[in-house]
């Protein structure tokens, strides 16, 4: 049986689809030295570099070896939109014809990049567009890895240091396995080395991924996205609270470990005369009472097909202020890329290109960086 690295590649192996120890085994079991792992991944991941031809510091033989054994899978940008604010949406289309967006926030105040873990996504919230596409399916670690690098390299970026958020379309904890792969592909020290502590995984909050979480070598910070303060509240703006109730995110919070200075983001979409009231703030209070938590209060996003309405500002910081007075950490989140539907909760794209020159209406979104 074909492992899923070597699937829809004629059967080559996707290298960007191995960390560096599955590489070296690779690579040994061929009678190729191990360290050639490290030169890959400089190429691919530092210097934007897939094609084998032009990794000059392997011989002519290697080269020609390695266009036999690896392909080297990597998103094609279809399209490219710039914000008045600066802030950018890239679509890209997969090897499969499927596409995700992504989004590079600009001066945050370093770079954001913010990118999908799936394509679609079965979390249905009441208030995001990508809730409305359903989960197409599970992105790979190479597709989800590649976005940073295609990102990245689009950008010039390559050479910087830039954080990257899990807040695109998909949720992260649900498409597990290949989300945490990904985050150890890009932070290997070969590649685009990039810290645990400059990446925000944030989750609507599957309780088991969130306790496997708690184990990983690898862990990122954690932003959970709560949206409510009582239960028949958040069953119906997150539908999974039916599994997973706002009790069981808040225990699983009291028990992830936290490194010393560090705290999880609590994310909150206000809803105009749905979850913004004074009332609302106290109980979100008392429910996060002697956790290093910080708030960030994201007023909702209005797009076409969704239900409800942005607060007024006075309602906004309002309910800021009751957090404040009771000596919460809050932020207001200032919406990014709002003109080109790149903000918080409207990602959604359509299905596979009908051709390679067909340009989709896109309506962009999930759970991003507002």
Known sequence: ??????????????????????????????G??????????????????????????????????????????????????RSTDGTEKFLLELSDGRRVESVYIPDTPGWTFCVSTQVGCAMKCGFCLTG??????NLTAAEIAAQVRVLAAELGLLDARFTVVLMGMGEPLHNYDQTMKALRILGDPAGLALSPRRVTLSTVCVVPGLDRLAQEPYMPNLAVSLHATTEAQRDLLVPLNRKYTIADIVDACRRFPLKRRSRITFEYVLLAGVNDSPEDAGRLVRLLAGLRAKVNLIPLNEAAGIPYHRPTDEAVNRFAQILADHRLTVSVRKSRGRDIRAACGQLIVEGPARSAGQRLAIAMGDGGPG
């Open 32 to 81: 190729v030295e191990p360290f050639r792992a490290a030169q890959l991944l400089r190429w691919i991941y530092k210097r934007g570099i897939t094609d084998f031809d032009r990794m000059t510091d392997l011989s002519k033989a290697l080269r020609a070896s390695f266009r036999e054994i690896f392909a080297i899978s990597t998103p094609r940008c279809v399209a490219r939109d």
């Open 132 to 137: 409305k596409m359903g989960l197409v399916r």
């Open 1 to 30: 049986m074909k492992s899923e690295a070597e699937t829809g590649h004629g059967g080559r192996i996707d290298l960007a689809n191995l960390e560096r120890t599955e590489l070296e085994e690779l690579l040994r079991a061929r």
